[in-house]
């Protein structure tokens, strides 16, 4: 495949891959913020301690990750880093004091009120549905992104559904569901860590290769075309 890149469409320049930097950062990212969801170690689950890595890990990261995807023609890998780089910008806003985000919700006694958890939690859900978006689309790049997605798609309303019962005082509830939507995000973060290794291997020619399950001959595409069969290639995310 690499010398039908090579004929079909030669670089004018060498470009390093990106990928595994703002893959680097999703792991530095998520996987301590879905440790923390599931409670390990009576850790918190709201996030405030590890915010620094949202902003300069999952924010700044995958979005630089993402923009130099972009001058490499990955669409695909273009746009799903960013939007994760930009959702994880705001997490980070909304947990930093400085943006207000939470004191217009903030009662008398300084505790967030019931409409902060039912207005947050529609972020979670339409950001689960765009991991949906992506989960469709990967079905023509490999496995490891595929259960990535999948997983993703699961984790964000499992989210939005533990702040609403949070509003709602279910507690108890409240608590499991986030717990699920932390034990998802975990399997995004092993996925990742999977596709982050993979494509660091490659780039040093590592003689042993990690496997990510090609799919790109799976599903036949609108056109089928050698050039055509090189960009699903390059368009995925390791």
Not at 68 to 91: K, N, R
Not at 188 to 199: E, N, P, Q, T, Y
Request: a neutral charge; glycine letters at 12%; aromatic letters at 14%.
């Amino acid at each position: 495949m690499a010398q039908a890149r090579a004929s079909v469409q030669p670089r004018r320049k060498n470009w390093g891959n990106p990928a595994p930097l703002a893959l680097a950062g999703l792991v530095m990212t998520l996987t301590p913020l879905s440790c923390q969801l599931m409670g390990w170690r009576g850790s918190d689950p709201g996030g405030y301690a590890n915010n620094g890595a949202h902003w300069f890990c999952g924010g700044l990261l995958l979005f630089l990750g993402g923009l130099l995807e972009f001058f490499l023609a990955h669409t695909f890998a273009f746009v799903v880093y960013c939007s994760y780089g930009g959702f994880f910008l705001a997490l980070g806003a909304t947990l930093t004091p400085g943006f207000n985000a939470a004191v217009p919700y903030e009662t008398a006694t300084g505790v967030l009120g019931a409409a902060f958890y039912n207005s947050f939690g529609f972020f979670y859900l339409f950001v689960g549905f765009l991991s949906f978006v992506f989960f469709i689309c990967s079905l023509r790049t490999n496995i490891c992104l595929v259960i990535l997605f999948l997983a993703y798609t699961i984790a964000f309303p499992l989210l939005a559904a533990a702040e609403w019962t949070h509003a709602q005082g279910q507690m108890a509830l409240s608590k499991r569901l986030m717990v699920g939507g932390g034990a998802a995000c975990f399997v995004v973060s092993l996925c990742s860590w999977w596709a982050m290794i993979g494509g660091l291997l490659e780039s040093v020619n590592f003689p042993i290769s990690l496997p990510m399950g090609d799919l790109s001959g799976v599903i036949r595409g609108r056109t089928t075309t050698d050039v055509e069969s090189v960009r699903v290639e390059e368009n995925t995310l390791e």
